[in-house]
């Protein structure tokens, strides 16, 4: 009986990778990374591969740090008065909502935000110019009087990074008088000044109630 003759054994090539976004992957990742992989592209839908039990993204819930109002009454009702005088300058209402509203998208004060665009709607400002302030030097939605009291609003807003330069005053200088200057500047003080009070105590806007999903 001759010995075997034990056989080279052949290595099986690997099976090549095949990266897949069919139905059989998406049925092993988590919905998570489904939807996160979808959400920067022009792929199909969460609809069109089944995914309709996404969860309602849930409201977050603001906790004042502290009433002023409670803690320095005296004080706060000196500030409300000295802003009820700005308010009582002359400068046109829709004038001095757009400024409330553009110095409080630039500060990212949402209780100012809610309570001025609440007010300009009411006053008669349409919405496509609200949703148009946060990019108006490419809108021609606004006077000329308008585009420089926006642009001095973001000058004085940001004033330790623009030094409320030359040819933007020049703007103002010919649009408004010299009391009117003064007075839109201190509506411009006044604005910062509850952005600061609000966002600094973390003030809450009113939220409507929402019926649940």
């Not at 990778?17 to 920067?40: A, F, K, N, W, Y």
């Not at 969860?55 to 009454?73: D, I, Q, S, V, Y």
Request: charged share 20%; net charge positive; aromatic share 6%.
């Amino acid at each position: 009986m001759t010995g075997l003759v034990p056989q080279p054994v052949v290595a099986k090539p690997p099976k090549a990778q095949v990266h897949s976004t069919g139905p059989d992957v998406m049925q092993r990742l988590p919905l998570r990374e489904i939807v996160r992989g979808m959400s920067h592209t022009s792929g199909p839908s969460r609809h069109d591969i089944g995914i309709t039990n996404v969860p309602r993204r849930k409201e977050t819930k603001m906790k004042p740090r502290l009433n002023p109002f409670a803690a320095a009454p005296v004080l706060m009702q000196s500030w409300l008065e000295f802003g009820k005088g700005v308010l009582q300058s002359g400068l046109e209402e829709s004038l001095m909502e757009l400024v409330k509203i553009r110095a409080s998208q630039i500060n990212g004060c949402a209780h100012c935000l809610q309570m001025h665009t609440a007010a300009a709607r009411k006053g008669g400002e349409t919405e496509e110019r609200i949703y148009l302030l946060d990019a108006w030097r490419e809108s021609p939605l606004y006077s000329v009087r308008e585009r420089a009291a926006l642009a001095w609003t973001k000058a004085l807003t940001l004033v330790a990074e623009t030094r409320a330069p030359d040819d933007v005053y020049q703007a103002v200088q010919a649009q408004f008088t010299a009391p009117e200057q003064v007075a839109l500047t201190l509506l411009i003080v006044t604005i910062n000044g509850w952005n600061r009070v609000q966002v600094g105590f973390r003030a809450s806007h009113p939220v409507e109630k929402r019926e649940a999903a």
